[in-house]
């Protein structure tokens, strides 16, 4: 007992004899005009369908499923529409977790009224076998933190909600035509529900005997005011539905003057609400027309890229083995292989930067021509049969390593006698060079 | 951050910000001195480590503590807080100060209280109280007096308005020099604070408007820097004149 009442939020006697002041002279507390509405920011999930609303300090989340039923017999081609709240107690220490409180009825039948009752979502396209099988389209939601008007965040994140939901495409066919086939969103892209206009809830407050009004109240002016109103309005200035709570009356000119504000309101929050979707449809197009190409494009060159690297690799490795030999062999070596030898380095240096680093392949930084691969080289290399005709360069720059060493034995052997050495020297310069030649005409290539 | 137990350098820690696991102290280079923990601080072995993130503070000769920013407050002794009367019980009121559990303010806790003499509180008054006790296993224990049972400011506020912050910004506001925000206020307009540790501040003015003023400067100015307060400040009171 005691639990609760420490956990339970309440109102001094100061805040409320303020807020009721303050607006005796037009003021609110959080800064506001009478008829001012709090930010508003629409945010929605990864998947179709979710919604996230910030109203001020007010945060509903609103999430939107469906699944295929039996309709209802007295209305067997018409899918159906159903809101469930969820007030979880870290939004307000007052809501208890598990049964629905009063509040949470009421805003589900709220805006269950005014989304069903004016045929704001089109219930016939929902249905796929009259009498069958219909769509049952559940909306959820969950209230994250409760910083008063619960009504109108909740209403605009089921509206935003249902603007971005898709169901997936289904036909009926199979062998006795009455079978229902579910497409999946990768094969059929998934249609949007069709939804005629947006019924948005405006709520006011009224406060010393209905003679100050203010719309959008914060949980302070809520727990302050004596009576309440939701107008649900759409962009035309429609009345969809009008739920009024609290025990103070209200003149009729008071809510004909409600309505006309609630009409300007909704027009303006309609136009946000639809900004936002139109926002969010674009990037998702973006994104389905992204995914295919770039995926493609990763598992042709991720692949073929690296078995060259590999092969380089060998080469180079063979290249520098042979050159640190020649020149334990020979201190002395004539200015041409020492030119040779220097170049080759310096080679070594230019393309050794990216033998270390691991090859990154991502959709983003994939570059189909990198900076030592010309496109020519890949082309030839795709065209011809690839692994046939690497094999066949390494045996060959194999066989060239084999003369090579061989070579270089008798060099070292017989490297007292000048004649000989000079001799010798020519093929040892000539088979390096044709090794090289075939390096070379690669690295041509690949510059 | 630092866990190095060879070398452990609390100098470097202090006022920075300190995560749960952090040592701070090593203990056994330090044979026959004192050292005051505060929240946020516990001693394992010859070490002290930290288990609540926010900043470490040190006081001058030995008291060490962490320093965060929270919507809840944890009841301590010497604490000025604003409380709401819940219910008056013949020896206590029930007060609402944020805490886990309602206060205790014994109806004699004020200055000269005698049994002739208890005041009336309706429920919902709002009171500056100074914390007198604070354990777990009991409720906390409220004085509307000083240490000297004197009233020295305590008691009920009357008019004005009460807004809950963090008890970050709390702080903050209490803080010696005045914290830019209620200095360029200051300068502007006249009015009164009482500002709690528990996060509920209290505003009262001549004119609603300069209350509604001031409290919303107070809000804003939770995340911002000295310079930016005066700034905002600057631009509220233009808005508010211009209006």
């Known amino acids: 007992m005691e639990q609760r009442m420490s956990s339970t939020w309440r109102l001094t006697v100061n805040e409320k004899n303020f807020i009721e002041t303050a607006l005796l002279a037009d003021l609110r507390v959080d800064g506001r005009r009478p008829f001012d509405y709090r930010p508003l920011s629409i945010k929605f999930g990864r998947e179709d369908g979710s919604s996230e609303v910030q109203l001020g300090e007010t945060h509903v989340m609103g999430y939107v499923t469906s699944q295929l039923v039996q309709p209802y017999r007295d209305r067997p081609n018409e899918g159906t529409l159903a809101i469930y709240t969820e007030f979880s107690p870290m939004a307000d220490p007052t809501f208890e977790a598990g049964r629905p409180g009063e509040s949470a009825v009421e805003l589900g039948r709220v805006i269950d009224r005014g989304l069903r009752e004016s045929r704001a979502v089109d219930m016939e396209s929902l249905c796929v076998v009259a009498g069958k099988s219909v769509w049952a389209v559940r909306v959820d939601l969950h209230i994250l933190d409760n910083g008063g008007n619960l009504i109108d965040a909740a209403n605009i994140a089921a509206l935003a909600a249902l603007s971005t939901f898709r169901r997936p495409e289904c036909t009926v066919g199979g062998e006795d035509g009455q079978e229902v086939i579910m497409h999946p969103p990768e094969v059929r892209e998934p249609i949007p529900l069709t939804i005629h206009h947006l019924p948005v809830a405006v709520t006011f407050a009224f406060f010393s005997e209905g003679n100050i009004l203010v719309i959008d109240p914060t949980y302070k002016e809520e727990a302050v005011m004596g009576g309440r109103m939701t107008a649900t309005m759409n962009m035309n200035g429609d009345v969809c539905a009008v739920q009024k709570a609290g025990g103070e009356g209200v003149m009729m000119s008071v809510i004909m003057q409600c309505l006309r504000i609630a009409s300007m309101k909704a027009a303006d929050i309609t136009s946000k609400i639809k900004s936002a979707v139109d926002a969010y449809n674009t990037e998702r197009a973006l994104r389905n027309v992204k995914r295919h190409p770039s995926s493609i494009a990763i598992d042709v060159g991720v692949s073929e890229v690296a078995m060259q690297e590999d092969q380089v690799d060998d080469l180079r490795k063979d290249e520098q083995i042979l050159e640190d030999k020649l020149r334990a062999s020979s201190s002395g070596n004539i200015g041409l292989t020492g030119a040779e030898t220097s170049s080759s380095r310096k080679r070594e240096k230019k393309t050794g930067g990216n033998n270390g680093e691991p090859f990154i392949g991502g959709p983003s930084n994939w570059d189909p021509y990198p900076k030592e691969i010309s496109s020519s080289y890949i082309r030839s290399s795709q065209a011809l049969p690839g692994p046939l005709t690497l094999n066949d360069e390494q045996e060959v720059t194999k066989a060239a390593q084999k003369s090579n060493l061989s070579h270089v034995d ?23 060079k044709s090794l090289k030649d075939a390096v070379k005409k690669k690295n041509r290539k690949r510059r | ?29 330090m044979v026959n001195q004192t050292v005051k923990l505060g929240v946020g601080l516990r001693q394992e072995c010859d070490s002290l480590s930290v288990f609540k993130a926010g900043k ?35 020896d206590n009121f029930l007060v609402d100060i944020k805490g886990p559990s309602l206060a205790f303010l014994p109806v004699l806790a004020f200055e000269g209280g005698t049994r002739r003499n208890i005041p009336k509180f309706e429920v919902g008054t709002l009171l500056f109280v100074r914390v007198v006790k604070a354990n777990n296993s009991m ?40 914290c830019p925000v209620l200095e360029a206020l200051g300068k502007k307009m006249s009015f009164e604070t009482a500002i709690g540790l528990n996060g509920r501040v209290w505003v009262n003015a001549p004119a609603p408007s300069t209350i509604i003023l001031v409290s919303n400067a107070i809000i804003n100015s939770e995340f911002l820097s000295g310079a930016q307060q005066r700034i905002m400040v600057e631009k509220l009171v233009q808005r508010f004149s211009d209006a």
């Open chain 1, 410 to 432: 008798t060099a070292a052997n017989v490297s007292d006698a000048p004649t000989e050495t000079i001799t010798s020297m020519n093929p040892q310069t000539s088979s390096p």
């Open chain 2, 1 to 29: 951050m630092e866990a190095d137990l060879s070398n452990p350098c609390p100098q470097s820690l202090i006022n920075k910000n300190v995560v749960p696991g952090d040592v701070v102290l090593d203990l056994s280079s």
């Open chain 2, 56 to 90: 470490l503070r040190f006081l001058k000769p030995n008291k060490y503590w962490v320093e965060s920013s929270h919507k809840r407050y944890v009841p301590s002794a010497e604490d000025t807080v604003l409380g709401i009367v819940v219910d008056s019980k013949p």
């Open chain 2, 139 to 178: 409720n906390p224990e409220l004085s509307c007096t000083d240490a000297s049972g004197k009233a020295a400011e305590f008691g009920p506020l009357k008019d004005g308005y009460m807004f809950e912050t963090s008890t970050g910004l709390a702080r903050m506001l209490r803080r010696s020099p005045t």
